[in-house]
């Protein structure tokens, strides 16, 4: 018996990274997955799972996603905001393009499919859960991440609004908010550093657990998250950075 047993869940950006992180743990909980990403996933897969390709800037991609995890399985349980993208620039270095291709992601995507979820949800019994991924830059900038700070800002505030507005409607909601995570955005942040070596070795060093966090670490919160374990849970921006930001700047 999983934790997420029979649960239909939809997982955005499911093809590398968090995010097939998230897809794999919840299939072996037992959930049936709708996985939607623009490129196939390549470890998720086999009964219980199905891969709808999808733009998340697109709202009518959004729709249909929410629309063919209903069509599979019969219902929506459980959204996982987790499709994004970095740029690596201060703002004076950020183009218009920049700008329109990170914020329709990151933000816009996230406004497109929450949209269909609480659409969906509200219109069936039993409610549901939605988990947006942020991150610690929505409240603490990172150094020439101008743009992806602010994106992040904005889905912690998403966040609370639909937890606000649709607790009546039996919809949680709440944020993930990753540190640092060994994936290739990640490695995109320290390679665009001066001494990427160095500055990798002086990021663990500032982590008081002594490593940098995992995807399955930010699984294992999803998992709590997407169950019933966690009715009372909502509205909330869980941090998980292995104290990162815990600690005095001084």
């Not at 994106?151 to 607790?167: E, N, Q, Y």
Request: aromatic letters at 4%; glycine letters at 12%.
């Amino acid at each position: 018996m999983g934790r997420l047993d029979d649960l239909s869940v939809v997982v955005t950006g499911a093809s590398s990274g968090i995010g097939e992180a998230i897809a794999d743990r919840f299939w072996r909980e037992g959930a049936r997955l709708t996985l939607g990403s623009r490129s196939e996933p390549s470890s998720v897969g086999g009964a219980g799972v199905r891969w709808v390709p999808t733009d998340v800037r697109n709202a009518a991609d959004a729709d249909a996603l929410i629309h063919a995890a209903v069509e599979q399985w019969g219902r929506l349980d459980v959204l996982v905001n987790n499709a994004g993208v970095q740029i690596e620039k201060s703002i004076v270095d950020t183009t218009d393009d920049d700008y329109d291709a990170l914020m329709g992601v990151n933000v816009r995507g996230v406004f497109n499919c929450a949209r269909a979820a609480v659409r969906q949800i509200r219109s069936q019994p039993g409610g549901g859960s939605i988990i947006n991924i942020g991150s610690i830059s929505g409240d603490a900038a990172d150094h020439g991440m101008a743009i992806y700070n602010a994106s992040k800002g904005a889905v912690h505030a998403l966040t609370r609004s639909i937890a606000t507005d649709h607790g009546v409607d039996g919809i949680r909601c709440n944020a993930i908010a990753p540190g640092w995570i060994a994936t290739k955005l990640a490695d995109a942040a320290f390679d665009a550093m001066d001494d990427p070596a160095g500055a990798r070795g002086a990021a663990v060093g500032r982590h008081p657990v002594g490593r940098l966090g995992l995807p399955s670490d930010i699984a294992s919160l999803a998992v709590w998250l997407a169950s019933d374990e966690s009715t009372f849970a909502s509205g909330s921006v869980f941090t998980v950075d292995g104290g990162l930001t815990a600690q005095s700047p001084i």
